[in-house]
């Protein structure tokens, strides 16, 4: 009985020290919701798939299963999205660039969508998670690289019904399958429906608040029992979700200051790199 209960004290004892471990280690998720951030309000693409990649080789070192950790990351990083998005449609609420009566038709297609692409994920194995979102980031960087920006339209161009709608599950399904908010599918869609530029990035932003939840929920009950240890609701690790949503609104704004004094060409090239090059090492990482 008396080495039974030593046992038991031992046991106890080295969770504890692995707990503090861990704790220990938190602060790596607000550092890399500061770079998600800057990234976001320095390029307005990209933050996302930042998030991933990295969450991908940082949560095993935080006691996730490493088997777990493509769903954990991606689930994570579309709980963190619900805050970031929020703040940035505020700020662009603020300046009158949200067309709320469009964000109103795409709402309930985003939030299927990124209800069923959460689905579709958990459903899916590791490695191939790994190739959707590796093939997302190549896809990114060649829009960088290729992308061009479409001359401003004119009007007051608000586009509504029910093809909003159904566009909406496509963009939620696939953001929450790759972990991101859906800017660089939602911008050019409203962009090629009339929409000024910077109405279309701020239109977005509020959509990508639904992305967010619907993927977010997703993934927190369509996950296994047991997925995750401790801090976690199914596959969303909170202390990931919150760390990284905290930091990217606070940085977000030092990211938009700096796409004002950079040159905007040479950056995206730069990015676009990194880009393709964390599209590499998800295809060929652990």
Not at 35 to 47: D, E, F, R, T
Not at 224 to 236: K, M
Not at 263 to 284: P, W
Request: charged content about 10%; some cysteine.
């Amino acid at each position: 009985m008396i080495r039974e209960q030593d046992s038991g004290r031992d046991a106890r004892r080295a969770a504890g020290r692995k707990g503090i471990a861990t704790m220990e280690g938190f602060w790596i998720f607000p550092l890399l919701g500061a770079i998600a951030g800057v990234l976001a309000g320095l390029l307005g693409i990209g933050g996302g798939l930042v998030l991933v990649a990295a969450l991908v080789w940082i949560l095993p070192l935080q006691g996730v299963p490493k088997e777990a950790a493509m769903h954990a990351a991606l689930a994570s990083s579309m709980a963190s999205i619900v805050l970031t998005a929020a703040s940035s449609a505020y700020a662009h609420h603020r300046r009158g660039s949200v067309l709320w009566p469009t964000v109103a038709w795409m709402v309930p297609g985003l939030l299927l969508g990124g209800w069923l692409g959460s689905l579709l994920a958990v459903h899916l194995g590791d490695n191939v998670l790994r190739l959707f979102v590796a093939g997302y980031c190549y896809l990114a960087a060649a829009q960088l690289v290729w992308g061009k920006v479409k001359a401003q339209a004119g009007g007051d161009v608000r586009p509504s019904g029910l093809p909003m709608s159904a566009a909406g599950v496509g963009i939620g399904a696939v953001s929450a399958v790759v972990g991101i908010g859906g800017g660089s599918m939602t911008v050019p869609l409203l962009v090629w429906r009339g929409v000024a530029p910077v109405r279309a990035v701020g239109t977005s932003s509020a959509c990508g608040i639904a992305i967010g939840i619907g993927s977010a929920l997703g993934y927190a009950l369509h996950a296994p029992s047991g997925a995750l240890p401790a801090n976690a609701i199914g596959y969303v690790y909170l202390p990931a979700a919150i760390g990284v949503a905290v930091a990217s609104v606070l940085a977000a704004p030092f990211g938009t200051k700096l796409a004002h004094a950079i040159s905007g060409t040479a950056l995206k090239r730069v990015f676009a790199i990194f880009l393709a090059v964390m599209g590499t090492s998800l295809l060929f990482g652990g």
